[in-house]
């Protein structure tokens, strides 16, 4: 059973931005902790973005500066708000703790960044 809902994907083109959300089943907090990883066909899933307990935020080099990871704590809820997309970007995005153990997977979101 899955743990999260991930919805906000699109097809856009580069340059484009867009929302992503991530709603926690009641067993998870987000406020604990959470990330965003992503994962591109042929390649493995990544972690891009993550959100700790402080409120700290780590991103990867290639998202950075172009990714903004938030939290609402209330609505248990994670978003990705993603602007300046590229083409590469393009893959299926999903939300999971930052560190093992992870849990259960939604079914992501897909991101397509195309001209």
């Known amino acids: 059973q899955a743990d999260f809902v991930e919805s906000g994907g699109g097809l856009v083109q580069p340059g484009g931005s867009l929302r992503l959300s991530c709603a926690a089943s009641r067993n998870i907090e987000v406020a604990y902790g959470m990330g965003w990883y992503r994962q591109a066909p042929g390649n493995q899933r990544e972690l891009v973005a993550a959100?700790?307990?402080?409120?700290?935020?780590i991103y990867e080099d290639i998202v950075r500066g172009r990714f903004t990871i938030s939290r609402d704590n209330a609505k248990n809820t994670v978003y990705l708000q993603m602007n300046d997309l590229k083409i590469e970007d393009t893959a299926s995005y999903y939300c999971?703790?930052?560190?093992?153990?992870?849990?259960?997977w939604g079914q992501g979101t897909q991101v397509t960044v195309s001209s």
């Open positions: 999971n703790k930052p560190t093992r153990p992870l849990s259960n």
């Open positions: 959100i700790y307990t402080s409120g700290t935020t």
